[in-house]
């Protein structure tokens, strides 16, 4: 028996089954083209600042007749590891010493180039500098909890100066959605949760708000480890 707040069922037309198709095609394909877009745009914009310093001799143009795009990028690859390769030796250490020294003489671009460097060094950090997992914890308040990424134990001034009984761990609390922003904590050991989900899912979830979760066919499950 029908009541006057039953809703009458909604039927599906044309338009209506088009616009979802549509929707969902836009869902599919948005992804990738910006994906390829923004790879080809990169490519195109390291040829752009390489070529130019490389010899027309050397560059392919002159022996096909046409621009590929790609070469930039390999010669800045090459170049790249070379320079890296004479850095790791007794001579490239000596000459980088050599040339920051006289950079850090220069008042104006000595602080541009420890600035510069600093950036570099985070963002190109080695493996073992990246975070170790991640965590859930109250913050800012009781009640309230927050993820975050646990870096490493406190050491030095900051691990005495706490009054903890056990260890003291930094914890980097990005923000949403640009997670490359955010606080450094500090936190007794005991008062965090080391969550199963790895560093890149908890990522995921702070830059989608909330939307994008480990895994999506049953959220209250960890995601399904790959088969080894």
């Known amino acids: 028996m029908n009541t006057p707040f039953d809703e009458p069922p909604r039927k599906t037309g044309l338009f209506s089954s088009l616009r979802a198709s549509f929707l969902t ?6 992804p990738v083209s910006l994906t390829i877009w923004l790879i080809w745009s990169v490519i ?17 143009e002159k022996y096909i007749g046409i621009n ?13 590891i070379v320079v890296g390769w004479v850095a ?15 950079v850090e003489s220069v008042p104006v671009v000595r602080s541009i180039y420890s600035g510069v ?32 990424f646990v870096s490493t134990t406190a050491k030095g001034e ?19 959605p640009n997670p490359t922003s955010g606080f450094l904590l500090f936190f007794p050991r005991e008062d965090i949760i080391e969550l199963e989900m790895s560093v890149e899912d908890a990522a ?16 209250t499950k960890p995601p399904a480890k790959p088969a080894q």
């Open 25 to 30: 095609g836009l869902v599919v394909i948005a």
């Open 44 to 60: 195109g914009w390291i040829d752009g600042v390489v070529l130019p310093l490389v010899p027309y001799t050397f560059q392919p």
């Open 68 to 80: 590929l795009r790609g070469v930039g990028v390999i010669i800045f690859l090459l170049f790249t």
């Open 88 to 102: 790791k030796g007794l001579l490239g250490r000596s000459l980088i010493r050599f040339a920051e020294s006289i």
């Open 117 to 148: 460097k600093q950036i570099a060094e985070t963002v190109f950090a080695q493996t073992e500098r990246s975070f170790e997992k991640a965590c859930l914890f109250e913050y800012p308040r009781k009640g309230i909890w927050a993820i975050g």
């Open 158 to 176: 900051i691990a005495r100066s706490a009054n903890t009984s056990g260890d003291l761990v930094s914890i980097f609390v990005p923000t949403t």
């Open 204 to 219: 995921k979830l702070v830059i989608s708000a909330g939307l994008v979760y480990p895994n999506p066919k049953d959220p």
